[in-house]
C-alpha cells in the first residue's frame, strides 16, 4: 500500500540533545512537509521542499534542519536550539507544489523533552 | 495573505444530531478548498475537498460547498455518530505557481451517545 511513514511513533529526548525524525514516502510525490502540533492548536508549517535537493523554510524554521537527499525521505532533525521542542510533529506530501491537489498526511511523532 | 477562519470548538452534539462547522477563507483568485479530519493520535487525513465555486464536496455522509459569494465552505453532516468525534481542519490552497497549504485552526468535536 502506498502511504507516508514516520518513525517512531513517541520519542523522548534529553534537553541539549538532537533528535532526528523520520519521514519516509512510496507515493512518488514531488513535495514534502513537516508541521509542527501543538495541543488544541492547529498546524504551524516548519519546512518544505518542492522538490529532491531543495527546500525552503516555512514559518517557525527556527532550531529546526531537513534534508531531501532523496525523493522518498525528507527527515527532520529538532536542535538543541528549539526552545521548546515537546510537540506532536506531522509529515505530509503532496503529488506536485503547485497546482489544488491535497497532502497526504503521515500518523504523525509526538516528541517529548524531558 | 491567505487565511482560514474556523469556529470554535470544542463542539459537543448528541448522537443523530445535525452538524455544522463553519469555515471563512480569504485568499485571492480561486483557491480549492479541503476539509481535513484528525482522530485522536493520528494524522490528518482528507475528508472531502471542492475545486471551483458551487462544486460540493461529500464523503462519509458529510458535505461541504464552495461558495464563493460569501467565501465559505461550511461543514455538515445530518446525523453524527460517536464515531465521527474527531478535530476537524478546514484548508485552502490556490493554482498558480508555488503555493503552501494555509489550515484553519482546527475544531474540535465530541459526539455523545
Known amino acids: 500500500d502506498g502511504g507516508i511513514t514516520q518513525s517512531p511513533k513517541y520519542l523522548f529526548r534529553k534537553e541539549g540533545q538532537n533528535v532526528t525524525l523520520s519521514c519516509e514516502q512510496n507515493?512518488?510525490?514531488?513535495?514534502m512537509y513537516w508541521y509542527r502540533q501543538d495541543p488544541g492548536q492547529g498546524l504551524r508549517l516548519i519546512y518544505y521542499?518542492?522538490?529532491?535537493?531543495?527546500?525552503q523554510k516555512g514559518d517557525i524554521a527556527e532550531g529546526y534542519s531537513v534534508s531531501r537527499e532523496k525523493k522518498e525521505s525528507f527527515p527532520l532533525t529538532v536542535t538543541s536550539a528549539q526552545k521548546n521542542p515537546t510537540a506532536f510533529y506531522l509529515c505530509?506530501?503532496?503529488?506536485?507544489?503547485?497546482?489544488?491537489?491535497?497532502?497526504?498526511f503521515g500518523p504523525g511523532t509526538r516528541l517529548t523533552v524531558l | 495573505g491567505d487565511s482560514v477562519t474556523q469556529m470554535e470548538g470544542p463542539v459537543t452534539l448528541s448522537e443523530e444530531a445535525f452538524l455544522t462547522i463553519n469555515c471563512t477563507y480569504t485568499?485571492?483568485?480561486?483557491?480549492?478548498l479541503f476539509w481535513y479530519v484528525q482522530y485522536p493520535g493520528e494524522g490528518l487525513q482528507l475528508l472531502l475537498k471542492a475545486t471551483k465555486a458551487d462544486d460540493k464536496g461529500s464523503n462519509k455522509g458529510f458535505e461541504a460547498t464552495y461558495r464563493k459569494e460569501t467565501t465559505s465552505f461550511h461543514l455538515e453532516k445530518g446525523s453524527v455518530q460517536v464515531s465521527d468525534s474527531a478535530v476537524y481542519f478546514c484548508a485552502l490552497t490556490r493554482s498558480g505557481g508555488y503555493q503552501k497549504v494555509t489550515f484553519g485552526t482546527g475544531t474540535k468535536l465530541q459526539v455523545i451517545p
Open positions: 485568499a485571492t483568485g480561486y483557491p480549492s
Open positions: 507515493l512518488n510525490h514531488d513535495a
Open positions: 505530509a506530501s503532496r503529488p506536485h507544489p503547485q497546482g489544488n491537489n491535497e497532502q497526504f
Open positions: 521542499s518542492q522538490i529532491v535537493n531543495d527546500f
